[in-house]
């Protein structure tokens, strides 16, 4: 399974969801992309540690916010 850093690249308000450049989760995923299966990987990660509603702050979707995350790979 892999790892993924996920990381907000600058900051952004949208929809009343303020993310601030640096927020920064880790993920395992089943999935080669965090992204797959609508993101909730992501979306509940960020949940979790920040109290941040990705799915709002994207409009519905994670994928909107793609260029504004920095995602890598870590094993």
Not at 46 to 59: E, L, P, S, W, Y
Request: overall charge positive; hydrophobic content about 35%.
């Amino acid at each position: 399974m892999p790892l993924f850093k996920v990381t907000v690249k600058q900051k952004r308000h949208s929809n009343g969801v303020p993310l601030e450049k640096g927020m920064s989760v880790q993920i395992a995923s089943k999935y080669t992309s965090p992204f797959t299966n609508g993101g909730h990987e992501i979306i509940d990660a960020f949940q979790r540690t920040f109290g941040v509603d990705m799915k709002k702050a994207g409009g519905g979707s994670v994928m909107s916010l793609s260029p504004y995350l920095d995602v890598e790979r870590i094993s």
